[in-house]
């Protein structure tokens, strides 16, 4: 069982990086569906234009809520700890 939770780790970090700003951060820096419709992008410039609005808008949950911060550091943490990242 702990083997395969070792080997789970890193998924399960990458998906916290995305899943947990929007869980934690404050309600009036969500990201809203209106905000990111990867369906609006018809050409490749359109698609660049949504992925940096979504790149503005994850920083701007990351600089405005230090708990997310906090609680990705010691994820990582973990990693390190289990040999997942080498130090």
Do not use: W
């Amino acid at each position: 069982m702990m083997k395969d939770y070792n080997a789970r780790l890193m998924h399960g970090f990458l998906s916290c990086l995305q899943i947990l700003p929007a869980v934690i951060c404050k309600r009036e820096d969500a990201m809203g569906s209106e905000d990111f419709n990867m369906g609006e992008a018809k050409t490749e410039e359109e698609m660049e234009e949504l992925m940096k609005k979504a790149d503005d808008i994850y920083k701007k949950m990351y600089d405005n809520e230090p708990q997310i911060k906090i609680v990705i550091s010691g994820s990582f943490l973990e990693l390190v700890d289990k040999g997942v990242v080498p130090m």
